[in-house]
């Protein structure tokens, strides 16, 4: 009778560090002498959408004669992401005579952020064990 002795599997992944990095710089100088009705608006739009990932480990199958099962040892490290916006805007007005000034600034950011999806291990053993079939011979004394 023999024993297998089966090894350790051990599967890592590790997925997606991920840095987004936006700057805007924007710089307004108005000079005017008379202005009626000024208007000035700026708008930042900004979306970012990051890091979809999905990742599927290990469907192992073992198959021993009188064995031993297998260890399947799986992990998954998903997903560093960072966003980082800098909006930088600098507006200068110069002017004698305004009516009805109007200056607006609207910032609207949006982001999203990791759909993280892992599958892991799905493992089968099966073991065998044997059959053993013994004769016994018939003596004959003459």
Known sequence: MMTWAQPILTNTSHNDM????TNIDTTHTDTDSSHNGM???HND???SHN???TSHNDMGTSHNDMGTAHTDINT???????AHTDID?????????????DISHNDIETSHNDIDTSHNDIDTSH????????DMG???TD
């Open 18 to 21: 991920n840095t987004a990095h």
């Open 39 to 41: 208007d000035i608006s």
């Open 45 to 47: 739009i900004d979306t």
């Open 51 to 53: 890091d979809i990932d």
């Open 76 to 82: 998954s490290h998903n997903d560093m992401n960072r």
């Open 89 to 101: 805007t600098a507006h200068t007005d110069t002017d004698a005579s305004h009516n009805g000034m």
């Open 127 to 134: 073991n065998d064990m044997g059959t053993s079939n013994n």
């Open 138 to 140: 018939t003596a004959h």
